[in-house]
Each structure stands twice: as structure tokens, then as C-alpha cells.
């Protein structure tokens, strides 16, 4: 009879546990959560206007702290992790035309476009005499309302691995929670 009364007993409790939980609605979840790969620790910007999340690779932030540097003159702001990572990121309404266009009267290289979507464009700077001399890439978003660009340095020399490593933390950018 005991385990019956028991049995009953926790019955009732469970139940009455739900019914309260039930009517509460639920946590609000973020439209575009990001997905860390285990090599990537979330990063938190938030200088002179900038203010974002982003994932960078933690193998890079053990081997060099990151260095987070607005450019007073110019207003970039400079995400750099050794001499293989330096992403720069401007406040402003860019379109992928004016991008390409800035591309094409490029007096130092030949650009050729090796991959290309709506906001973004990965391309391969080449040097007159036809020697590859390194890869970039161009990513525009909004975030909060506000137009960003990020892109490589274009301070650096850096090898498609490189820029892939650079690309993935870009596309992994978004407004704080």
C-alpha cells in the first residue's frame, strides 16, 4: 500500500510540475545562431561604433593575441591574429557593383574572380607579369541594421588557406546577443 501511495504521490507531483511549466512560453532563440566548429571561440567586438560577435580560430589566439585596432583616420577597424589573419571591417553601403568595379581599375593587378555569390566576392590578385602574387576576399552584411563590409588587408600576403580561415570567421559575424 505504501508504494501505491508512493507511486500516486509522485504521479501528482510530475503532473502538477507540468501543468505549471506548460503556459510559460518559450525562450526566445536567435534567428541565425551561430554554429562554433571546435576550433573557433566566439569573439565580442565592441569598439568605437563596431559592436558584433565573431568566431575566430582559437589556434590563432593561442599562438598570437588578437589585435583589435580602429584606424582613426580612416574609421576601419582591424581583427589581426598573426601575419596569416587581418580582417578589416568598414561602416558602409557598398554594392557588389561598385565592388567589382574597384576590382577591374585596380592599377597594380589583374584580379580574377575565383568565386563569387550576391554579398561577397573571393579573387585572386595577380601581378602584371602574370606571377599570382595572393587571394582576397570581399564580404558585405548588416548587422544590426548597419551596412558592414569586411574584407582581407589588403596590407598582407595571404595564401587561399589563409583567406578561407579569414572567410569562415567573416560569414560567422553577428549582432551581440
Known amino acids: 500500500m505504501k508504494k501505491i501511495t508512493l507511486l500516486a504521490g509522485i504521479i501528482s507531483t510530475v503532473v502538477a510540475f507540468e501543468a505549471c511549466h506548460s503556459g510559460e512560453p518559450n525562450a526566445p532563440k536567435a534567428d541565425n545562431p551561430v554554429v562554433l566548429n571546435p576550433n573557433d571561440s566566439l569573439f565580442t567586438v565592441n569598439e568605437a561604433g563596431y559592436s558584433f560577435q565573431i568566431a575566430l ?24 591574429l598573426g601575419d596569416q589573419f587581418w580582417i578589416v571591417a568598414t561602416q558602409e553601403k557598398v554594392d557588389m557593383a561598385a565592388i567589382k568595379h574597384e576590382l577591374e581599375e585596380d592599377m597594380l593587378f589583374t584580379n580574377k ?15 602584371p607579369d602574370g606571377t599570382t602574387y595572393d587571394y582576397s576576399y570581399q564580404s558585405l552584411n548588416e548587422i544590426s541594421g548597419k551596412p558592414y563590409v569586411f574584407r582581407t588587408s589588403e596590407e598582407g600576403e595571404f595564401s587561399m588557406e589563409s ?3 579569414m572567410r569562415q570567421a567573416i560569414s560567422s559575424v553577428h549582432q551581440k546577443a
Open 57 to 80: 580560430p582559437k589556434d590563432l589566439m593561442i599562438a598570437n593575441s588578437p589585435e583589435i585596432a580602429v584606424n582613426e583616420a580612416t574609421g576601419e577597424l582591424n581583427i589581426r
Open 113 to 127: 574572380v575565383v568565386e563569387e555569390s550576391n554579398n561577397s566576392v573571393l579573387f585572386q590578385r595577380i601581378l
Open 163 to 165: 583567406v578561407n580561415r
